[in-house]
């Protein structure tokens, strides 16, 4: 007999035990302290101990719930799970998005954990690991924070959003993307930059702010936000038809999607190092 696959709803079950878990231990980390261990694109992108043990946590818990799966991490790529099958299920793990804020103390920084399946990610969930909010999708059922179903902003005119964006750690693409920011702040109403891309696709997704852009972004920075983001009525890809990737993801209600998009093409958002 050949077991059925999970659905979505029962891997989000499965995401949420594990990120609360791993939440909780970073936030104790936190609080006991915490130092850099390593550093990663350059030396203002750093790892610190708890980003470690978080995905080793996380890595663990998956493997006793459900040991077939593979597992994709920021720190530890693949980890020892492989490759998932063609049609099995795939972890995608960033264990604190926001590094440096945590490091900083600044209370912006999440787990996130989302489940793929066949390629396409079905649940997900963001937690932040100072407030303990919590974000959850999966798809085709909504997007939801703390038993509240989200929407995305209403807002229609490009001149009154507030953008959020995100800066690389490479000085030349900061360079380049400070470029895009100084020619884009003058036909909004302002941009927000907290630093860590997660929170910033979920808060996009609850209207908090109006739209979110940024180049650079890894799978795990973009597969539990991005969810939540799309399930919230939010068009989540990249530019000139490209899918939401490593060159730029772009997440905005229908309504901003074409002034937005069509300014950031313009500025050669995507482009630089």
């Known amino acids: 007999m050949i077991a059925s696959a999970p659905t979505p709803q029962e891997l989000l079950t499965i995401a949420v035990e594990v990120a609360r878990d791993a939440a909780a231990t970073a936030h104790r980390m936190r609080a006991e302290g915490v130092s850099v261990a390593a550093t990663k694109s350059t030396v203002t992108d750093v790892v610190t101990a708890a980003d470690r043990a978080v995905e080793r946590q996380v890595l663990e818990a998956l493997r006793a719930l459900r040991p077939g799966d593979a597992v994709l991490g920021e720190e530890y790529g693949a980890g020892e799970t492989g490759p998932a099958a063609e049609d099995g299920v795939r972890w995608i793990v960033d264990p604190i998005d926001g590094t440096v804020n945590y490091l900083y103390g600044l209370p912006y920084c999440a787990v996130s954990l989302a489940a793929e399946v066949a390629g396409e990610v079905v649940a997900g969930v963001v937690r932040n690991v100072a407030t303990g909010e919590e974000w959850t999708a999966t798809a085709g059922g909504g997007a939801w924070r703390d ?105 905005a209600p229908p309504a901003l999607y074409e002034p937005l998009h069509t300014r950031l093409a313009a500025l050669d958002a995507s482009g630089g190092p």
């Open 147 to 251: 038993g509240q179903r989200l929407s995305c902003s209403a807002e229609t005119d490009l001149g009154q959003a507030l953008i959020a964006t995100g800066f690389g750690y490479d000085a030349g693409r900061r360079a380049h993307q400070a470029r895009v920011v100084a020619e884009l702040i003058p036909q909004v109403r302002d941009i927000r930059r907290m630093g860590a891309a997660a929170l910033d696709l979920c808060l996009a997704a609850e209207g908090r702010v109006d739209a979110y852009y940024e180049k650079g972004l890894a799978a795990w920075d973009l597969a539990a936000g991005g969810l939540v983001a799309r399930e919230a009525g939010l068009l989540v890809t990249g530019l000139s038809g490209r899918p939401a990737g490593p060159d730029l993801v772009l997440a």
